[in-house]
C-alpha cells in the first residue's frame, strides 16, 4: 500500500515551496486539472492561479496538466491553458502510467525529474508514484466533485 501514500502534501498549490523542489532535481510539474488547479465543471483556473503557472514557468519549470476529464466539455479551460502555452493531456485515465508518460515524453523531462500535483490519492499520487514521479497530496478546492471521485475517496478513506 506503500504507492498510496504522497511524498508530501500541502493545502494548496500556493502552499507548495517550488524553491525547495528545484533543489531536488524536479524539473517538470504535472498538475491535475479538478479541484486542484481549478473548481469541478467550472470555468477556468483563477488569476491568482494563472500567474502561479507563469512565476513557475518563468523559473524554469516545464508544465503539463492531466486530466481524466474530457476536451469536449471544457473549451474555455483549454484556452486558458493554451494561451499559457501548457500543454493538457485529456482522459488521462489516472493512476495508469500512459498519461504520465505522454505528459513527460511532451516536455521532455524524465519522471525522476518530475512531480505530480493532485486532490487524489487513487487517481494523482497512486498514478504518479506508480510512473515513477514525486507526489503531492493538496486539499480539494472544493467540496464539490464527480460521483465517480466521492466513490475513490470513500475508497482512500477505507484504505487508510
Ligand atoms: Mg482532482
Given at each position: 500500500m506503500n504507492h498510496i501514500r504522497p511524498r508530501a502534501r500541502a493545502r494548496s498549490i500556493h502552499a507548495i515551496d517550488y524553491q525547495a523542489l528545484w533543489e531536488k532535481g524536479i524539473r517538470a510539474l504535472l498538475f491535475d486539472l479538478d479541484n486542484t488547479l481549478g473548481?469541478?465543471?467550472?470555468?477556468?483556473?483563477?488569476?491568482?492561479?494563472?500567474?502561479?503557472?507563469?512565476?513557475?514557468?518563468?523559473?524554469?519549470?516545464?508544465?503539463?496538466?492531466i486530466s481524466?476529464?474530457?476536451?469536449?466539455?471544457?473549451?474555455?479551460?483549454?484556452?486558458?491553458?493554451?494561451?499559457?502555452?501548457?500543454?493538457?493531456?485529456?482522459?488521462?485515465?489516472?493512476?495508469?502510467?500512459?498519461?504520465?508518460?505522454?505528459?513527460?515524453?511532451?516536455?521532455?523531462?524524465?519522471?525522476?525529474?518530475?512531480?505530480?500535483?493532485?486532490?487524489?490519492?487513487l487517481t494523482d499520487v497512486l498514478g504518479g508514484n506508480l510512473a515513477g514521479l514525486y507526489t503531492i497530496l493538496v486539499q480539494p478546492l472544493s467540496p464539490h466533485e464527480s460521483?465517480?471521485?466521492?466513490?475513490?475517496?470513500?475508497?482512500?478513506?477505507?484504505l487508510r
Amino acid at each position: 500500500m506503500n504507492h498510496i501514500r504522497p511524498r508530501a502534501r500541502a493545502r494548496s498549490i500556493h502552499a507548495i515551496d517550488y524553491q525547495a523542489l528545484w533543489e531536488k532535481g524536479i524539473r517538470a510539474l504535472l498538475f491535475d486539472l479538478d479541484n486542484t488547479l481549478g473548481l469541478w465543471r467550472a470555468g477556468p483556473p483563477s488569476a491568482r492561479t494563472a500567474e502561479l503557472l507563469q512565476r513557475l514557468s518563468a523559473a524554469g519549470f516545464k508544465l503539463a496538466v492531466i486530466s481524466n476529464g474530457r476536451l469536449c466539455q471544457r473549451p474555455e479551460v483549454l484556452e486558458f491553458f493554451s494561451g499559457l502555452g501548457i500543454p493538457v493531456i485529456w482522459r488521462a485515465r489516472k493512476p495508469l502510467p500512459g498519461g504520465f508518460r505522454r505528459a513527460l515524453k511532451a516536455l521532455g523531462v524524465d519522471p525522476r525529474k518530475a512531480a505530480m500535483i493532485g486532490d487524489q490519492v487513487l487517481t494523482d499520487v497512486l498514478g504518479g508514484n506508480l510512473a515513477g514521479l514525486y507526489t503531492i497530496l493538496v486539499q480539494p478546492l472544493s467540496p464539490h466533485e464527480s460521483r465517480f471521485t466521492k466513490f475513490n475517496r470513500l475508497l482512500e478513506r477505507w484504505l487508510r
